[in-house]
Nanobody, 125 residues
Framework: QVQLVESGGGLVEAGDSLRLSCVSS????????VAWFRQAPGKGREFVAA????????LYADSVTGRATISRDSAKNTVWLQMNNLQPEDAAVYYC??????????????????WGQGTQVTVSS
């Protein structure tokens, strides 16, 4: 079982940056691929970015490409999502999730069975 805890959200102005953190614990937590999803009020859960177990494969949603960087440090059991030039449409609850398979379905939230509680990102215009 893997436990995930997100942090780093907050209220920022448009154009600002945030770095979200996802700390994992539990058995072999570093053997999981990790993704970030977000969910705005009244909308479904949207894929943002993913990183493979070894940290050598990455995938980004078109909406954040060029503004987001996902990274991980296995020694710290942590995955980060750096978001730059935040815009009001980026406002959402951001969740990290873990899966044992990094596949072509990595964008699908149904592929993930371990989720954190989420961290709120609010962007003022």
């Amino acid at each position: 079982q893997v436990q995930l805890v997100e942090s780093g959200g907050g209220l920022v102005e448009a154009g600002d940056s945030l770095r979200l953190s996802c700390v994992s614990s539990g058995r072999a937590s570093n053997s999981y691929a990790v993704a970030w999803f977000r969910q705005a009020p009244g909308k479904g859960r949207e894929f943002v970015a993913a990183i493979s177990m070894g940290g050598v494969r990455f995938l980004y949603a078109d909406s954040v490409t060029g503004r987001a960087t996902i990274s991980r440090d296995s020694a710290k059991n942590t995955v980060w999502l750096q978001m730059n030039n935040l815009q009001p449409e980026d406002a959402a609850v951001y969740y990290c999730a873990a899966t044992q398979t990094y596949s072509s379905r990595i964008r699908d939230p149904e592929e993930f069975h371990h989720w954190g509680q989420g961290t709120q990102v609010t962007v003022s215009s």
